[in-house]
């Protein structure tokens, strides 16, 4: 006979609801708070690796090349069109190749039909450009500096480094209305969390734009909308 867990119920239910019992905003607060606890470690050990040492493990990582006068993240976001970040050109060139074999393709049936993945885990050995971009000394410096902390690419969904195609060619509901991800919103991931965007095509008004509000924005908005509450608007 299995003994009665109550926490496996609850996480049970909060699976198969989909986080309405108690709201978007109040299961992540219970997910972080839960995570803290176990691997706060972890955390706290990158933290210092901010504050005390990251000068000198950035110049190991980068074999001396430290990055001086880079540009600050500020109200969450930051713009470069500077073409100037290490390993932009090799990016590009390798991930177009990557659209060649693999883009405007139909998306799985589980997908998204707007937005589909295209990279694959064997890419990083592949194309080694994704991953020194993401490493670079450039980009680690901007990153650390705005979360206050050593960084690591995420391991969950959706994984650290990913490459996608945002289409409506194979969306039966191109014509609207718009859904999901193509509306404003918060993702559920970790928070504080920063997304590195390279736009591999022009992006024109026929073919997007990408909009985003800054965080000051999106946390008025949130508010006011009661956004990720219980009884509020789910996300």
Do not use: C
């Amino acid at each position: 006979m299995k003994k009665w867990n109550p926490l496996r119920q609850i996480a049970a239910r909060l699976s198969k609801d989909d986080m309405e019992l108690l709201g978007i905003e109040r299961t992540m607060r219970l997910a972080k708070k839960f995570n803290r606890f176990r691997y706060g470690h972890h955390h706290r050990r990158r933290e210092q690796y901010f504050r005390d040492e990251f000068e000198r493990l950035l110049a190991e990582h980068a074999n001396g090349s430290v990055a001086h006068n880079v540009r600050e993240m500020k109200d969450g976001w930051l713009l470069d069109t500077s073409h100037s970040l290490p390993y932009l050109d090799q990016l590009i060139a390798d991930a177009e190749v990557v659209i060649a074999e693999r883009g405007d393709r139909p998306p799985t049936p589980t997908g998204k039909p707007f937005i589909i993945d295209i990279a694959k885990p064997a890419d990083l050995d592949r194309f080694p450009p994704f991953l020194t971009f993401a490493l670079s000394a450039p980009v680690l410096t901007i990153v650390s500096k705005y979360l206050g902390f050593v960084p690591m690419l995420s391991t969950t969904m959706p994984p650290g480094l990913r490459l996608t195609e945002s289409s409506s060619k194979y969306d039966p509901g191109a014509d609207g209305p718009y859904r999901e991800s193509q509306l404003y919103h918060l993702d559920h991931h970790d928070t504080p969390l920063v997304y590195i965007i390279v736009l591999l095509r022009d992006v024109t008004t026929e073919s997007g734009p990408f909009t985003f509000l800054p965080l000051s924005a999106s946390e008025r908005a949130a508010k006011a909308l009661n956004y990720r509450k219980q009884g509020g608007l789910p996300n």
